[in-house]
């Protein structure tokens, strides 16, 4: 069954759906965020996705332990949970005008939302579809809320083992979804191409029998190209007008110009799988006479020897086919021939 959001088809059948993720990259500007939305226009973006939460329902008001960031290596090392959402979230009364924005420029707009409330929220914008993210694939009610919309449903792989990514699969369907998508993801900001193992996503297609793509957080636009040529039909990337603004996500997005190559790589990726061919095509048969065959290299009397001095295989592929040149060697001639004759097959016999 082919996807549809918005009017626009998701599947093999068509060019990869875009989707660049705004997050916190706005920077708490309401007028950044619709620049935001202009360049991922611009630059040829299909969707623009934002996420819907506050602090306070993603988290509690807690210092301390686990509420703590204490990894020495992630991007926001450090920081306390509720801080750092409030800084990140976007207000909710700015989704309407980004939405608005989005459709007038003729980008689709939709949300992740992290809790019940935020669906009935989008709800209310008539969201067209909505996306899981990947540290709420185990949030099963929420995953049955969203689905329970019938709209489409975006569902990042993330952290999940196989076991959890069928609980939420089966909860989506039991609650009516009929239009999934998997994406691939690696939760780690930025993830390394080593670590993004792509060849999952073909696997994912065939245990779930749903569409399937990439949500990438690795830096540049190599490895979402190489996850088309596996199938992938929804990528998804962060997005920001320039890194060195800085931001909550702002170090692993991609630029304008990034995003718009990203657009046109992966369509070419799609468009280069074709299907399992040999021999010319329609296109390349004006090349065939470029091709290799035997001709006359020196002028030849009826009755002389084909030898590999009056003989080659040379371009251009007016004459006999070059795996006939071992069997005349040795042969007699039954005519005249001049240099730079091609020796035809049916002058030979």
Same mark, same amino acid.
């Given at each position: 069954?082919?996807?549809?959001?918005?009017?626009?088809?998701?599947?093999?059948?068509?060019?990869?759906?875009?989707?660049?993720?705004?997050?916190?990259?706005?920077?708490?500007?309401?007028?950044?965020?619709?620049?935001?939305?202009?360049?991922?226009?611009k630059a040829g973006a299909h969707?623009?996705?934002?996420?819907?939460?506050?602090?306070?329902?993603?988290?509690?008001?807690?210092?301390?332990?686990?509420?703590?960031?204490?990894?020495?290596?992630?991007?926001?090392?450090?920081?306390? *949970?509720?801080?750092?959402?409030? !800084?990140?979230?976007?207000?909710?009364?700015? %989704?309407? =005008?980004?939405? &608005?924005? /989005?459709? +007038?420029?003729?980008?689709?707009?939709?949300?992740?939302?992290?809790?019940?409330?935020?669906?009935?929220?989008?709800?209310? *914008?008539?969201?067209?579809?909505? !996306?899981?993210?990947?540290?709420?694939?185990? %949030?099963? =009610?929420?995953? &049955?809320? /969203?689905? +329970?919309?019938?709209?489409?449903?975006?569902?990042?792989?993330?952290?999940?083992?196989?076991?959890?990514?069928?609980?939420?699969?089966?909860?989506?369907?039991?609650?009516?979804?009929?239009?999934?998508?998997?994406?691939?993801?690696?939760?780690?900001?930025?993830?390394?191409?080593?670590?993004?193992?792509?060849?999952?996503?073909?696997?994912?297609?065939?245990?779930?029998?749903?569409?399937?793509?990439?949500?990438?957080?690795?830096?540049?636009?190599?490895?979402?190209?190489?996850?088309v040529a596996l199938g992938a039909?929804?990528?998804?990337?962060?997005?920001?007008?320039?890194?060195?603004?800085?931001?909550?996500?702002?170090?692993?997005?991609?630029?304008?110009?990034?995003?718009?190559?990203?657009?046109?790589?992966?369509?070419?990726?799609?468009?280069?799988?074709?299907?399992?061919?040999?021999?010319?095509?329609?296109?390349?048969?004006?090349?065939?006479?470029?091709?290799?065959?035997?001709?006359?290299?020196?002028?030849?009397?009826?009755?002389?020897?084909?030898?590999?001095?009056?003989?080659?295989?040379?371009?251009?592929?007016?004459?006999?086919?070059?795996?006939?040149?071992?069997?005349?060697?040795?042969?007699?001639?039954?005519?005249?021939?001049?240099?730079?004759?091609?020796?035809?097959?049916?002058?030979?016999?």
């Amino acid at each position: 069954m082919s996807i549809e959001i918005a009017g626009r088809f998701i599947g093999s059948k068509h060019p990869p759906f875009v989707i660049a993720e705004m997050s916190g990259n706005h920077n708490q500007s309401l007028e950044r965020a619709l620049e935001i939305v202009e360049a991922a226009a611009k630059a040829g973006a299909h969707a623009i996705k934002l996420q819907t939460y506050t602090a306070d329902t993603m988290t509690l008001d807690a210092r301390g332990g686990s509420f703590e960031v204490n990894d020495p290596n992630s991007l926001w090392s450090g920081q306390n *949970l509720h801080d750092l959402y409030k !800084k990140a979230y976007t207000p909710w009364e700015w %989704h309407a =005008p980004i939405m &608005e924005h /989005a459709h +007038a420029l003729g980008l689709i707009c939709f949300s992740s939302p992290f809790d019940e409330t935020a669906v009935d929220f989008l709800e209310e *914008l008539d969201a067209p579809a909505y !996306k899981i993210a990947s540290f709420e694939n185990n %949030h099963l =009610p929420l995953i &049955e809320k /969203a689905s +329970a919309t019938g709209k489409p449903l975006i569902i990042s792989t993330g952290m999940a083992s196989l076991s959890e990514l069928e609980q939420a699969v089966n909860t989506a369907r039991g609650a009516g979804c009929k239009q999934i998508v998997l994406l691939k993801c690696t939760s780690t900001y930025p993830a390394r191409p080593d670590n993004t193992n792509i060849r999952t996503i073909p696997h994912l297609r065939e245990l779930f029998h749903a569409e399937v793509g990439l949500s990438d957080h690795t830096m540049g636009i190599g490895v979402a190209v190489a996850s088309v040529a596996l199938g992938a039909t929804v990528i998804e990337k962060h997005f920001t007008l320039a890194r060195s603004d800085g931001g909550v996500d702002s170090a692993f997005s991609l630029e304008p110009k990034e995003l718009s190559s990203l657009v046109i790589e992966t369509e070419r990726a799609w468009q280069s799988l074709g299907e399992v061919r040999y021999g010319a095509t329609e296109t390349e048969r004006k090349s065939l006479i470029f091709r290799r065959s035997i001709y006359v290299t020196a002028d030849i009397k009826e009755g002389e020897i084909f030898t590999s001095e009056n003989l080659r295989i040379v371009r251009p592929g007016d004459g006999a086919s070059p795996h006939l040149y071992p069997q005349l060697l040795g042969r007699k001639a039954r005519q005249n021939y001049k240099c730079g004759t091609p020796l035809s097959l049916d002058k030979l016999l």
